[in-house]
């Protein structure tokens, strides 16, 4: 079957002589792999689209219980990591990139969470003045949409409306548990530490503004950029918990020591 979708590169591979495998989050069959026959030819219509991170338009022969789908066209929208050298946001969108492909499944549908998707890589490829604010409202789409959001205005343990309790006590203290997905006022009975982690109530308070902010807004937030940085922790952390593959933590730690050099 012959047919169009738009969809962002989240991994390219060699394959053979002139060839390439990608991966690809797609906005009408979610995650995909393709092959780009002769693609690396620098003859070829298809040679150097599709680079990780690229949103395309593309054409491909997508056959049912095939496991690779031949490309036939394709035409580059946007390509974020062109543009004039950013570490923060290239780190940023490698962020979001790496987590989309650890978290999805193949073929899994999901037009909001492609929708968010462009929403966000659109936002930090704009004049953005706090990249992690940007992530961390894509990780709470993200989370929504893979069908484990937490449970962010009531305690998760006994129901009480957190936003009124920090009224009455400032300095309660607030914790994140996996399961069920949630804030709570008190850590779960569980000892273990990867059933719950500490959310600090300034970063609790981001949360939950970006739970209700649109991306065109998130600028416009007084935000810490420390405590920015440590939601997407959190969320990330969150996230790998309730998904089958574990987050490149290694990555992470390396992105960060690049952006903390300013290399």
Same mark, same amino acid.
């Given at each position: 079957?012959?047919?169009?979708?738009?969809?962002?590169?989240?991994?390219?591979?060699?394959?053979?002589?002139?060839?390439?495998?990608?991966?690809?989050?797609?906005?009408?069959?979610?995650?995909?792999?393709?092959?780009?026959?002769?693609?690396?030819?620098?003859?070829?219509?298809?040679?150097?689209?599709?680079?990780?991170?690229?949103?395309?338009?593309?054409?491909?022969?997508?056959?049912?219980?095939?496991?690779?789908?031949?490309?036939?066209?394709?035409?580059?929208?946007?390509?974020?990591?062109?543009?004039?050298?950013?570490?923060?946001?290239?780190?940023?969108?490698?962020?979001?990139?790496?987590?989309?492909?650890?978290?999805?499944?193949?073929?899994?549908?999901?037009?909001?969470?492609? *929708?968010? &998707?462009?929403?966000?890589?659109?936002? %930090? +490829?704009?004049?953005? $003045? =706090?990249?992690?604010?940007?992530?961390?409202?894509?990780?709470?789409?993200?989370?929504?949409?893979?069908?484990?959001?937490?449970?962010?205005?009531?305690?998760?343990?006994?129901?009480?409306?957190?936003?009124?309790?920090?009224?009455?006590?400032?300095?309660?203290?607030?914790?994140?548990?996996?399961?069920?997905?949630?804030?709570?006022?008190?850590?779960?009975?569980?000892?273990?530490?990867?059933?719950?982690?500490?959310?600090?109530?300034?970063?609790?308070?981001?949360?939950?503004?970006?739970?209700?902010?649109?991306?065109?807004?998130?600028?416009?937030? *007084?935000? &810490?950029?420390?405590?920015?940085?440590? %939601? +997407?922790?959190?969320? $990330? =952390?969150?996230?790998?918990?309730?998904?089958?593959?574990?987050?490149?933590?290694?990555?992470?730690?390396?992105?960060?020591?690049?952006?903390?050099?300013?290399?």
């Amino acid at each position: 079957m012959l047919t169009k979708t738009r969809a962002f590169v989240l991994k390219e591979i060699k394959f053979r002589d002139t060839s390439t495998i990608c991966t690809l989050y797609t906005k009408d069959f979610g995650r995909l792999s393709v092959i780009l026959k002769g693609g690396r030819n620098p003859k070829s219509k298809l040679s150097g689209l599709f680079s990780t991170g690229n949103l395309l338009e593309v054409v491909l022969y997508k056959g049912n219980n095939r496991n690779l789908h031949l490309v036939s066209e394709a035409r580059i929208i946007r390509s974020p990591m062109t543009a004039e050298p950013d570490m923060e946001r290239f780190s940023a969108i490698y962020r979001i990139i790496e987590t989309i492909r650890n978290t999805t499944g193949n073929e899994e549908k999901n037009i909001h969470l492609f *929708d968010a &998707l462009a929403l966000t890589i659109e936002s %930090l +490829c704009c004049t953005c $003045q =706090n990249t992690d604010a940007v992530v961390a409202w894509f990780l709470l789409r993200l989370i929504s949409n893979m069908g484990f959001e937490p449970s962010i205005e009531h305690c998760v343990m006994t129901g009480s409306r957190i936003m009124a309790i920090l009224e009455e006590r400032p300095d309660s203290a607030l914790y994140l548990v996996y399961d069920p997905g949630g804030v709570a006022l008190q850590p779960p009975a569980i000892h273990s530490r990867q059933a719950w982690q500490p959310l600090p109530v300034p970063v609790y308070l981001l949360m939950h503004t970006l739970a209700n902010t649109d991306i065109l807004s998130v600028n416009d937030l *007084d935000v &810490l950029p420390e405590e920015s940085q440590q %939601l +997407c922790d959190i969320l $990330q =952390n969150y996230c790998s918990m309730h998904s089958d593959n574990q987050p490149p933590v290694k990555n992470r730690k390396i992105i960060s020591q690049i952006r903390s050099k300013g290399i």
